[in-house]
């Protein structure tokens, strides 16, 4: 049996976790939904693709204090068993750190034999081992998401609630495409996930609203909040299930987990965003200048608001 034959047949789960747009929050639903999961008694194995090693450090791993990495993996003989880490803080949670080194793994994998299976090889071997194997993309679609792609069975797609983070879907469905027919047929997107979801603003259930239009179905019924807890708690070393186990951001997380596993869900109605104030919108020429007080606003935020109004009278 290969390893592509190894990793369709198994009941494990093994979702790419990609993106090719920056900052829309694939390592935080990683990370996060990863943690959830452990919690409910799920065994999840996460491994990190990304060169800057993000994922690693925001379940308190050093990627400098690893002896054997994703690089090693990918470019050398190294099984992947031999990497893993447990995270501190999540019983059940394992992690396959990255290194910087990664950063060269694109330009040392175009020469190389099989190339894009480097990744589904190392992992066939252990793939029974877990409830859920999550691999953290790299922002780009070079030949390091190719082979999470290669890899997996499903693809899970954040989507930031905001305008710009529209423009780059459905370049990375036409890629995902591509893949399925040439490299890895039991490859779907099965899995939309609306994150920092900001309900002060009209735009974000605009976002949500077309997101759900277009993909129907795959999209989740949770939304992630936009809490900056969440971006906090990456600077600890700790999950926000973890680092703040009663913010809305971990019981966000922990009802997707919930979506995740097909559990029922106890919500009566999905939230319906707050209106803004008059003016902001999807439209051309609309400005997110209005902002209301809210507790989750940083002290930045708050005078970034204030002076921003200040202006405008």
């Known amino acids: 049996m290969d390893s592509m034959e190894q990793i369709t047949s198994s009941k494990t789960r093994v979702i790419a976790i990609a993106n090719q747009k920056g900052g829309v929050g694939k390592t935080t639903t990683t990370v996060n ?40 993996v990918l470019l050398g003989d190294t099984p992947l068993e031999d990497t893993l880490e447990p995270a501190a803080d999540v019983e059940g949670l394992f992690v396959a750190p990255s290194s910087l080194d990664l950063a060269g793994a694109e330009i040392e994998l175009v020469p190389g034999f099989n190339r894009e299976r480097r990744l589904i090889d190392a992992l066939a071997p252990i793939v029974n081992d877990y409830d859920f194997v999550f691999i953290d993309c790299p922002p780009s679609l070079g030949l390091l998401t190719i082979n999470a792609l290669v890899a997996a069975t499903e693809v899970l797609v954040p989507i930031q609630c905001e305008y710009y983070a529209l423009e780059g879907v459905g370049q990375l469905v036409r890629n995902v495409d591509l893949v399925k027919k040439s490299l890895n047929h039991a490859l779907e997107i099965s899995t939309i996930v609306l994150v920092m979801y900001d309900a002060r603003t009209k735009l974000a259930g605009q976002v949500v609203d077309e997101v759900r239009n277009h993909f129907g179905e795959k999209v989740c019924k949770i939304v992630i909040p936009r809490v ?70 940083t002290e930045t935020e708050s005078m970034e608001a204030a002076e921003a109004k200040g202006e405008e009278e």
Do not use: C, H, W
């Open 33 to 72: 939904l990863g943690a959830a999961l452990a919690e409910l008694g799920q065994r999840v194995l996460l491994i990190d693709l990304d060169p800057q090693a993000n994922a690693s450090t925001g379940l308190g791993i050093n990627p400098r204090a690893i002896e054997k990495n994703m690089y090693d």
């Open 228 to 297: 900056v807890r969440l971006s906090e708690a990456p600077s600890y070393g700790q999950p926000i299930t973890v680092f703040d186990p009663d913010n809305r951001g971990a019981q966000a997380y922990r009802d997707l987990a919930n979506e995740v596993l097909g559990n029922e869900l106890d919500l009566d109605e999905e939230p319906e965003p707050t209106p803004p104030a008059p003016g902001v919108g999807i439209a051309a020429g609309s400005t997110l200048n209005e902002i209301s007080s809210d507790e989750e606003l």
